[in-house]
């Protein structure tokens, strides 16, 4: 089946510093999204890249759709403390949309 | 997450017994989906429904699980003589129409199940 890779698996970082992480596919996806979990709870929509070659921001979050449509990266600029958690990328085909596949993700530990 | 309920938030079970998980989707959204987080890993579909239909159930173990999403009230994930392995974050989502790409799934913030 379509598998995800996603690294780092951890980041252990400086409150202020920026962050950079990524994702590749073994196959194609029509849409990657990015999400953010906080602990206890069900992930939220962070960014959704429609298009290959799209770059979108969203305040602090710039995320990228890769040309080839196997990987897209997520950077987060100036980190700060409520930026904490773990990031999961997903991919999304068209042919069964319901079927998001989720990286491993990307825990964020931040010190202030 | 505003609005996609689910409950309870905590489940505890002993082997065997039976797990009913409940969904309420988003005021208006007529379609469904479960998903299933193991710790330390990702989400992963396990079953998509509309209202009365199961329209995809691929993620689905083929024994134990069942899920139904009736005319009126919430969606019902059903694990059967559960098992030790049962034991993950249960999440659902919900969507307004079919979803397709640019359509946004709304994620719960889960039931998790821990089976002793």
């Known amino acids: 089946g379509q598998q995800l890779n996603q690294s780092p698996q951890s980041m252990f970082i400086q409150e202020g510093e920026d962050v950079s992480m990524n994702c590749t596919s073994s196959?194609?996806?029509?849409?990657w999204l990015w999400y953010k979990q906080d602990p206890g709870e069900g992930p939220v929509l962070l960014i959704a890249?429609?298009?290959?070659?799209e770059l979108t921001s969203n305040g602090r979050l710039t995320a990228q759709f890769g040309i080839t449509r196997k990987d897209s990266f997520l950077n987060i600029s100036a980190s700060i403390p409520s930026d904490v958690g773990i990031y999961f990328c997903?991919?999304?085909?068209?042919?069964?949309?319901?079927?998001?596949?989720f990286g491993q993700g990307t825990r964020l530990t931040i010190n202030p | 997450n505003a609005g996609v309920m689910q409950n309870p938030r905590h489940l505890v079970r002993r082997r065997g017994q039976e797990a009913r998980l409940r969904c309420s989707p988003m005021?208006?959204?007529?379609?469904v989906y479960w998903y299933r987080q193991l710790p330390e890993e990702g989400l992963k579909f396990m079953v998509y429904?509309?209202?009365?239909?199961?329209?995809?159930e691929s993620g689905m173990p083929k024994e134990r699980f069942s899920a139904e999403f009736p005319k009126e009230g919430p969606s019902i994930l059903r694990i059967q003589q559960v098992v030790r392995g049962d034991s993950a974050a249960y999440f659902c989502?919900?969507?307004?129409?079919?979803?397709?790409?640019?359509?946004?799934?709304?994620f719960g913030s889960g039931t998790q199940l821990s089976v002793l």
């Open positions: 997903a991919g999304q085909a068209w042919e069964r949309a319901q079927k998001l596949v």
């Open positions: 989502a919900s969507s307004l129409s079919q979803v397709t790409t640019n359509e946004k799934l709304f």
């Open positions: 890249l429609y298009k290959a070659g």
């Open positions: 005021k208006g959204h007529s379609h």
């Open positions: 196959s194609i996806f029509n849409t």
């Open positions: 429904l509309q209202k009365e239909n199961i329209i995809d």
